[in-house]
């Protein structure tokens, strides 16, 4: 079981960035698929999940919603998370991970990706 994720960068605030994550050993619609986010010094904090169902059912932090969508491509085995109106305190790094189930607590997740870095500076 892989996840790999990909498309971070430093971007300016209000700006926008797309993050993939390609998972591999498992199909994906069975699964939960969630973005995690960890900045220095602070703790791993829930950003977005989508569940492992046919109709797909998505979740969002508050600090979140309204500016990130997250989505999947089965075809692809992909699952997006498109980040607009980003702000500086969007700063960290943002991993993806697998469930069963949709859950807030990074313990309930048992594959993880590396990360990737995303950076919200003028």
């Known amino acids: 079981v892989q996840l790999v994720e990909s498309g971070g960068g430093l971007v300016q605030p209000g700006g926008s960035l797309r993050l993939s994550c390609v998972v591999s050993?498992?199909?994906?619609?069975?699964?939960?698929i969630a973005w995690f986010r960890q900045a220095p010094g602070k703790e791993r904090e829930g950003v977005s999940g989508?569940?492992?169902?046919?109709?797909?059912?998505?979740y969002y932090a508050d600090s979140v919603k309204g500016r990130f969508t997250i989505s999947r491509d089965n075809d692809k085995n992909t699952v997006y998370l498109q980040m607009n109106s980003l702000k500086p305190e969007d700063t960290a790094v943002y991993l993806c991970a697998s469930s069963m189930r949709p859950s807030w607590d990074p313990s309930r997740y048992n594959y993880w990706g590396q990360g990737t870095q995303v950076t919200v500076s003028s």
């Open positions: 989508i569940s492992g169902s046919d109709d797909g059912n998505t």
């Open positions: 050993g498992f199909t994906l619609p069975y699964y939960n």
